[in-house]
């Protein structure tokens, strides 16, 4: 399940979160996590793909946050 927020009467579920990982944009390292469709987070760091805890996905640093209306 993913983290769910309501805004005048609508509803939303973020589903996808891009993390940078360094000092300035045009340097360092891009990061994805995103909701499988079973509820659990997955995170894509360039070739690599593993399944992370909700706990890594509410620490990080957002760059951008993906959400989809309920």
């Known amino acids: 399940m993913g983290f769910r927020g309501q805004s005048k009467g609508r ?4 589903v996808a979160i891009i993390t940078h990982h360094g000092r300035e944009p045009s ?19 360039d070739a ?14 957002a760059y951008v946050l993906f959400y989809r209306q309920l």
């Open 48 to 61: 690599s793909v593993y399944a992370i805890g909700t706990n890594k996905v509410l620490h990080d640093e």
């Open 27 to 45: 340097k360092g390292h891009y990061t994805t996590d995103a909701q499988y469709p079973n509820g659990r987070w997955l995170r894509f760091d």
């Open 11 to 14: 509803k939303y579920e973020l």
